[in-house]
């Protein structure tokens, strides 16, 4: 081998690595761009999934808790009898009850006047036609710790569905352990379908 060719290989070696480096870097770039793009969207498709299951696990947390609520609320009272006429008796011994709470807890009766037709509760007014309604304005007198024990018994131990739309204490002014309370309660009951169909 002459001179010149010696000379030429180290050249031709240099420009074969540079060759192969030249075509690792045509073949590879677009191969490990494409694998960065990817990493990108993997990661990207990972925090959406996230987001997701966060959202999902939220809505399931809310949902849960709207059932609780749902589950916590008591039943309306259903009754056969036929309320076309403004009667009592469509509540069943609802109204006794909560008399006979009332003084149990030792509250004493001063008067009842009662709404068969209560024209400021939402329930009654959004649902007339399936609901009956009665609001039971009682006057009440006792003390505090009377009232509490009522109320109590009222949330924990009364069967059906009411509402309590006013509450107002005033206290004697000859003896402030006895207090005045004006409290109303509201009484649901379910039509009967026989009224439903008739009014139909």
């Known amino acids: 081998m002459n001179k010149k060719n010696k000379q030429l290989v180290p050249i031709c070696i240099a420009l074969a690595i540079l060759l192969f480096f030249v075509m690792i870097f045509i073949v590879v770039k677009p191969k490990y761009e494409e694998f960065a793009e990817m990493k990108i969207r993997i990661s990207k498709n990972d925090l959406e999934r996230q987001t997701l299951e966060d959202k999902i696990k939220k809505i399931d947390a809310e949902k849960a808790a ?49 709404d068969m037709r209560p024209v400021n509760d939402p329930i009654y007014m959004e649902n007339s036609e399936f609901y009956n309604a ?23 131990n009364f069967n059906y569905l009411t509402y309590i739309s006013k509450l ?33």
């Open 134 to 156: 009665c609001e039971l304005k009682f006057f009440f007198v006792g003390s505090y710790s009377q009232l509490q024990a009522f109320m109590s018994d009222m949330n924990n």
């Open 66 to 114: 709207e059932d609780l609520k749902l589950k916590s609320l008591k039943p309306i009272y259903e009754t056969n009898l036929d309320s076309s006429t403004e009667n009592l008796g469509v509540f069943g011994n609802m109204f006794e009850e909560i008399i006979k709470k009332a003084q149990k807890n030792g509250l004493l009766i001063r008067s009842i006047e009662y």
């Open 168 to 200: 107002k204490i005033t206290a004697f002014t000859s003896n402030t352990d006895y207090l005045l309370i004006n409290i109303s309660i509201t009484l649901y009951s379910k039509k009967n379908d026989n009224q439903n169909q008739r009014k139909n």
